[in-house]
């Protein structure tokens, strides 16, 4: 077994002290050791933004990030997002535009979806197209993601900035 | 969205009040939240944690495998191979989109004596965590004889090419033929007199056309937990479209009785028909029972979902067909051979449906092959084989078209099928809404729309698609507030927990919200065929209907209970039970029900044939870059008969869905292997599915020619919408730059080498 570390992060506002070998994951070790599953693998190398996460706010892949470099950091997941008085609007806006068919790659597109509002409250069609680029969904088309992307950014223009951990 | 109503033959009492609206899906909290629990976030105490080994090989003979390295891993808890499968006999299974033969999935699985292809399953290894699994596997000692691959279809074909499984014959024409073979079966559907058919024609268009390998593309990859338990019983959590169907699949391959097998279906990321088969489910329970019991879980990475699932079948298509001055059809003929994979069971049977389908016929051949060659056993994808039959037969049909100079909807027209004709291979239509489909595209804005600019396109292509039956069943309770629980055996996958559940609302008369859906284990409900076919709104829900109907014959007993009046007496409408003045809410008896000692259940099963076929039509407009070759989509549209849309968000999904797919077949999507077979594209980065960037909106019109067979008249509509895109973009690329393309996919190259060899000639 190789040596382990401990890392002093912090997850969805809350301190965590993790152990972990330094070849894990930041995905592995919200997955397998926090059993966070809501942060999903599609692919393991970059390329379907399932496991996306918000490192000090930004958009990373958590398939490509190490579990040490969270030291000192803070981190979001899909199990951060809701507001203590209920859902995100973009969780809203996802059901209420049906965005979502078999959901696997909901938590990506939405934690994705809060790091374009957060940069840009209000942006165009094609600034959302541009920015979910890095989300595969399979199912449904990218049509009412980007609905409902757009109609979240519409119907409260900073709500970027609600929910989640981020400073 | 536009909606085209026909009232014609909707049982029940059309309008609606739930049916047609757009509630919020019941499991739509646990999915915006991350708290839906798919199949690789199961996780049970003391459980291990498996890894495959795969062949580096495509084809090549097991000489031994040695194990004892591996075994000797400190947390290494177990090994199994294919000697620790029992021995299976042919058993052919309809898993809902083809039947299949478990000795050669017990043989995919985990190969027996040979390997078949790049990523075939050797050997699985359980140990305390994946990193050990993963390091034991590589200790995993295996000679190898190589044997040349075969890759392509028509090569797997010839006399001489390698031969893949000894003990393949011919089925010609429902005989079985002697000699060695890749070739597993011939079909044929003939009709009239084909020389009489093409004398008839003025003009005659014969083309040839390739498809490449492409794969279902579901986000999440196949996963599985199973326990082998110390009394015997095996349970197995995963994530499928069918969990009956993978219990009846475990059962016979590890020679289990059916009873011994309970499958709890997790939350299911994507299927498209590519979780329907086995692949670790078996394995997970063999490493369970040789691990002492303990749970083994064993989640596939995205190269191995590439590599060994899926994909569908490459294919080779030649289609023939003449037409007159005037517009008429006179006779067609189709050779389609379908790769399988390393197995037999290509789809090549519906494609040969599908591909001439949509129009009137009275002579015509076609020809259907199932040959297997080293790739991946293929497994359904959506309307399977449609796609690559639909483009071919579009592509001649649009060229047919533009010959005559005839509109190419108008061409559609004059020779579509309708109720009472007969379909190219024998069944005869009830009511379709083809027509419908094409009138409403010929009237849809998009069709009217100018088209200005250079190397632009517009291309249309019409599709269809059979749908499925299959067998349903549901239990229902009523709760004292008065809300019903259903239990269901239908995996959700996109919407269809809401789609039933409003059914069941529109049947009893209740509310949407009361009703509370569950899918349930195999031990907990009857028998559910797989989500797949494009059938489970229409099943499950017909299903949900009966118990519906059996839920309220049960509460106006109570009523006549409660009122002291006679069971005949008691009329129930918009929730109230009367009888002769005196009435009861439906919620009023259903608040007595503990106290009365009748508790309300019912169950309800069906198995309906009248599935009633979906048509689509659709428009798109393209550009094309003549320096880099690539093919901007700009724009969509996608005309469907969905019979009844009972939930429209989730039937517009399934066509932006179905379109997406297409698109990416059409532009992008194809396995690439080397000459000897490996597989060098087995990633994300690499097999490239569309990305939100590479599409524009998907506009969609939901025509609603009700399916009479059908209390609501729903039709299945998921698998439909993937059957014209790869058509009616290589119509549009033919409008926008005058090449027909004649393979799939029409990528940059494809297009740079056909403009290239039209400006030389
Ligand atoms: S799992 Fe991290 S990008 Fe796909
Ligand atoms: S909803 Fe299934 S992958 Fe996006």
Redesign the interface.
Known sequence: MADRVIVNTSINGEEATLLC?PRQTLLEVL?EGL???????????G??G?CNVLLDGVLVNSCLVLAVEAEGRSVT???G??LPEG?HPL?QK?????A????????GF?ISAKALLEENPSPT?EE???W????????????????AVLDTAEAAPSVGSFGGETP | MTLTRDKKGVAGKAPYKVIGTRPLRPDGADKVTGKAVYGADVHLPAMLYGAMLRSPHAHARISSIDTSEAERVPGVKAVVTAADLPVIQDILTDLGEGVVNLRYTSNNVLAHDKVLYHGHAVAAVAATSTAIAEEAVKLIKVEYDLLPPVLDVLEAMKDDAPIILEDLRTTELGEKREGQTNIASHIQHRRGDLEQGFAAADIIVEREFRTGTVHQGYIEPHSAVGLYNDDGHVTVWCSTQGAFGIRNQVSELLKLPVSDVTVIPTEIGGGFGGKLGVYLEPVVALLSKKAGHRPVKMTMNRTEVLQATGPTSASYIRVKMGATRDGKLTAAEAYLAYDAGAFPGSPVGSAAVVILAPYKLDHLLIDGYDVIVNKPRSAAYRAPGGTNAAYASEAVIDELAKIIGMDPLEFRLKNAVTEGDRRADGPVYARIGFVETLHAAQEHPHYRAPLEGKHRGRGVASGFWNNWGGRSSVSASINPDGSVNLLEGSPDIGGTRASIAMQLAETMEIAYEDVHPRVVDTDSVGYNDATGGSRTTFGTGWAAYEVGLKLIDEMKRQAADLLEVDLESIAYENGIFSSNGDSLGFKEIAERIDESGHPVVASASVHPEEFGPGFGTHIVDVEVDPETGKVEILRYTAVQDVGKAIHPSYVEGQLHGGVAQGVGWALNEEYVYDDEGHLLNASFLDYRIPTALDLPMIDTVLVEVANPGHPFGVRGVGETPIVPPAGAVANAIYDAIGVRMTTLPMSPGTILEALWAQEES
């Open positions: 070998e997955r059993r966070l599953t809501g942060t999903k693998e599609g692919c393991s190398n390329n379907c399932a997941t899909i199990e997002i809701a859902l969780q996802f059901l209420e535009h049906a979502l068919q078999c959901g696997i790659c909901t938590p939405i069609e959302v197209r541009f979910l680029a890095g989300n595969l969904c399979r199912c449904t088309g990218y049509d009412k993601i980007v609905r």
